[in-house]
């Protein structure tokens, strides 16, 4: 299950009931499309967008765009429903907002499971993203993130305003010094369990690009590896940050090449760019490697 996901720099949102936004969102450039049957669709047009993801989801994969569907959370009677629109041929896969703890995913996963079966699509092919947007989500993101295998993307956001501040109480400031904390911890917790590829929440000003900038440059710092975004003008700018530069890509490949030689020789450390490395950086520095490879962002193999 885990071994089918990839590594997302940026994950878009569209809303579900624009048909129109939907089919024109991928040539955006973002590494996936998040079609939301959630917040941004009004009650009387969910089965409207429904009908839209159970169409247009199987046509868009089969043009090898990725594709998550927000579902409504598991305690307002409509998840059921969405999820049968939403497990289709080639759904990537499932976000869940306002994950309260593991009996959320584990209850998704029975009902992605169920429509796999119902489908005769291959069990396990969907994955889940559990939005961390409660208080306890965010107490027990390690529970959530080993209650299913399918959960390969998972992280903590900090907006003005919306759920999450509301959950925490916190006050939102462009610097983020309040939210460090929860995206942290929340980070920590999905390494912990073995998610693969832990993304952090949007940067909710459209035209504030400085601001967007410094907060997924931060994000990358901390470890994270993409982040949503609502907007198609952060899309470029996310991507660029969360892409390893040519010159990292050239100093992982030089070390890798220095280790190599320095076993050679029957050494196990070697000094390089004016640091001792060893196999340790050698191992973060194949890790990184691969993950650029993964991105497309290498010319040949690193060995």
Same mark, same amino acid.
């Not at 009996?103 to 998704?108: L, N």
């Not at 050679?264 to 060893?278: H, I, L, N, P």
């Given at each position: 299950?885990?071994?089918?996901?990839?590594?997302?720099?940026?994950?878009?949102?569209?809303?579900?009931?624009?048909?129109?936004?939907?089919?024109?969102?991928?040539?955006?450039?973002?590494?996936?499309?998040?079609?939301?049957?959630?917040?941004?669709?009004?009650?009387?047009?969910?089965?409207?967008?429904?009908?839209?993801?159970?169409?247009?989801?199987?046509?868009?994969?089969?043009?090898?765009?990725?594709?998550?569907?927000?579902?409504?959370?598991?305690?307002?009677?409509?998840?059921?429903?969405?999820?049968?629109?939403?497990?289709?041929?080639?759904?990537?896969?499932?976000?869940?907002?306002?994950?309260?703890?593991?009996? @959320?995913?584990?209850?998704?996963?029975?009902?992605?499971?169920?429509?796999?079966?119902?489908?005769?699509?291959?069990?396990?092919?969907?994955?889940?993203?559990?939005?961390?947007?409660?208080?306890?989500?965010?107490?027990?993101?390690? @529970?959530?993130?080993?209650?299913?295998?399918?959960?390969? $993307?998972?992280?903590?956001?900090?907006?003005?305003?919306?759920?999450?501040?509301?959950?925490?109480?916190?006050?939102?400031?462009?610097?983020?010094?309040?939210?460090?904390?929860?995206?942290?911890?929340?980070?920590?917790?999905?390494?912990?369990?073995?998610?693969?590829?832990?993304?952090?929440?949007?940067?909710? @000003?459209?035209?504030?690009?400085?601001?967007?900038?410094?907060?997924?440059?931060?994000?990358?710092?901390?470890?994270?590896?993409?982040?949503?975004?609502? $907007?198609?003008?952060?899309?470029?700018?996310?991507?660029?940050?969360?892409?390893?530069?040519?010159?990292?890509?050239?100093?992982?490949?030089?070390?890798?090449?220095?280790?190599?030689?320095?076993?050679?020789?029957?050494?196990?450390?070697?000094?390089?760019?004016?640091?001792?490395? @060893?196999?340790? $950086?050698?191992?973060?520095?194949?890790?990184?490697?691969?993950?650029?490879?993964?991105?497309?962002?290498?010319?040949?193999?690193?060995?």
């Amino acid at each position: 299950m885990r071994d089918k996901a990839k590594p997302l720099r940026t994950m878009m949102y569209v809303p579900g009931n624009k048909e129109d936004w939907v089919r024109k969102a991928p040539k955006y450039g973002a590494d996936a499309l998040i079609i939301d049957l959630e917040d941004s669709v009004p009650p009387d047009e969910k089965p409207i967008a429904r009908e839209i993801v159970s169409r247009l989801v199987p046509e868009l994969a089969s043009e090898g765009v990725t594709l998550f569907v927000r579902v409504n959370d598991m305690e307002t009677g409509l998840t059921e429903e969405d999820v049968s629109s939403a497990v289709q041929k080639g759904t990537y896969g499932i976000t869940l907002p306002m994950t309260r703890g593991p009996e @959320d995913v584990k209850a998704i996963d029975e009902l992605i499971t169920s429509e796999e079966k119902k489908k005769g699509i291959e069990h396990g092919s969907i994955l889940i993203d559990p939005g961390l947007e409660t208080a306890t989500g965010m107490r027990f993101a390690y @529970d959530v993130g080993i209650s299913s295998e399918r959960v390969a $993307h998972m992280g903590a956001g900090g907006g003005r305003g919306g759920d999450i501040a509301r959950a925490i109480g916190y006050r939102w400031t462009a610097m983020g010094t309040e939210t460090l904390f929860i995206r942290s911890k929340v980070l920590l917790d999905s390494r912990a369990a073995g998610v693969p590829y832990p993304t952090t929440g949007l940067w909710q @000003d459209i035209h504030d690009h400085e601001g967007l900038r410094a907060f997924a440059n931060h994000s990358r710092d901390l470890g994270y590896n993409g982040m949503t975004v609502i $907007h198609p003008s952060h899309v470029p700018i996310v991507n660029e940050i969360f892409s390893p530069s040519r010159e990292e890509i050239e100093e992982w490949q030089g070390l890798v090449e220095a280790m190599r030689e320095t076993r050679e020789s029957g050494g196990a450390a070697v000094s390089y760019q004016g640091g001792m490395v @060893d196999i340790a $950086h050698e191992k973060t520095a194949v890790e990184m490697l691969e993950l650029a490879g993964k991105l497309g962002l290498l010319k040949s193999d690193i060995c």
